[in-house]
């Protein structure tokens, strides 16, 4: 994994993360601090549509955190997919609707990673994956 420069753009004085791991059906969700450059597995939200946005609402409501990370998957060789395309996109939606930084973070093999440290919610756990990666990368 690896972050994208142009998409990094996070001032120092965020200090509090929400990260997705973007899904089609579901959306995994951590929670995590620059302080302790850890994250926590949330409940992964298994909406679509404006219900997800709903949903993610509440979660930001709840956690107040100062950005957002989301995961972009893209084939073992960097090439992009249809996959990464919607994770782009939901990245931007979540700009605009909820007016927070965005960081979006290359998520390849996050899943794989989850699976085989024996997660019983891949989806959350890659998006702990994802936020701790990203977390590694601002120090």
């Not at 753009?9 to 965020?14: A, D, G, H, K, R």
């Not at 955190?65 to 990464?84: K, L, Y």
Request: charged share 20%; hydrophobic share 40%.
């Amino acid at each position: 994994m690896s972050i994208d420069p142009q998409n990094a753009t996070v001032p120092s004085s965020c200090a509090t993360f929400l990260a997705f791991d973007f899904g089609t059906k579901r959306t995994g969700v951590a929670y995590g601090t620059r302080m302790l450059g850890t994250a926590q597995p949330q409940s992964t939200i298994q909406l679509q549509g404006d219900a997800r946005f709903a949903e993610i609402g509440k979660r930001i409501a709840e956690w107040q955190p100062d950005a957002i990370v989301v995961g972009v998957p893209f084939h073992p060789d960097g090439a992009p997919h249809e996959n990464t395309a919607r994770a782009q996109k939901f990245a931007r939606q979540l700009r605009g609707r909820f007016g927070l930084p965005v960081a979006e973070v290359d998520e390849r093999y996050s899943t794989t990673e989850a699976l085989a440290g024996g997660a019983r919610d891949a989806d959350a756990a890659s998006a702990c994956i994802i936020l701790e990666q990203f977390l590694r990368s601002l120090t």
